[in-house]
């Protein structure tokens, strides 16, 4: 069983930066591949980014792509997500995830675990 616990999140104006944390509870958290969703009200649970269990891999959304940076501590059982340049419509409430594999690692019905979610509102 793991537990996972989001932080970081806020009310940032456009074009600021954010960092996310995600800290898991048990022993296991390095064999886990790690990821971001995020989620806004009437929408589905979408992909942002993804980590491997070694942090050799990486995915984004193209959304994303160049402005976020996913990253992992296996020593703090925490994965990060370093949010720069951000938009008004990057406003929503981010999950972690984890799972083993890193088959069809976009779809959100394929993970084991999920936090709580934190709020990142981007004001204009």
């Known amino acids: 069983q793991v537990q996972l616990a989001e932080s970081g999140g806020g009310l940032v104006q456009a074009g600021g930066s954010l960092r996310l944390s995600c800290v898991a509870s048990?022993?296991?958290?390095?064999?886990?591949?790690m990821s971001w969703f995020r989620q806004t009200p009437g929408s589905e649970r979408e992909f942002v980014s993804a980590i491997t269990s070694s942090g050799g891999n990486t995915w984004y959304a193209d959304s994303v792509k160049g402005r976020f940076t996913i990253s992992r501590e296996n020593s703090k059982n925490t994965v990060y997500l370093q949010m720069n340049s951000l938009k008004p419509e990057d406003t929503a409430v981010y999950y972690c995830?984890?799972?083993?594999?890193?088959?069809?690692?976009?779809?959100?019905?394929?993970?084991?675990?999920w936090g709580q979610g934190t709020q990142v509102t981007v004001s204009s």
């Open positions: 995830a984890a799972r083993r594999t890193v088959a069809g690692i976009t779809n959100r019905y394929d993970y084991d675990y």
């Open positions: 048990g022993r296991t958290f390095s064999i886990y591949v």
